[in-house]
């Protein structure tokens, strides 16, 4: 072994060192446990469940509904510049995102 590779090894070696979670949590009070310092609710967690449940319902949709979404909502396209990539008018356009967001809205409330 290289003398660089012994140096890794000893410092990795280090690594295995665990603080108890019990222990005062470093730049707060003393009695506050490191344990209540790690960590945070994602509040994103309660969209997951919305997530999932759109999926089969977006699969279900036609085409042009389902890429009018999609350039909508991912490509964050306006109307205008939809109605010209799927050739019909930015009324149409409207119309379409409205009448399939409901219909999502109702399917989801369904479940």
Known sequence: MSLQQVYEGLEAGR???ADSLQ???PGFSADTPLAETLGEEDSRLELVD???A????LAA???RERRILLLRFFGNLTQTKIAEQ???SQMQVSRILGRTLEQLR???AQD
């Open 61 to 63: 949709l036609p085409e």
């Open 50 to 52: 919305n997530h999932e």
């Open 54 to 57: 759109l999926k089969p319902l």
């Open 86 to 88: 799927v050739g019909v």
């Open 15 to 17: 690594a295995y060192h």
């Open 23 to 25: 222990a005062p949590a």
């Open 106 to 108: 109702e399917a989801l």
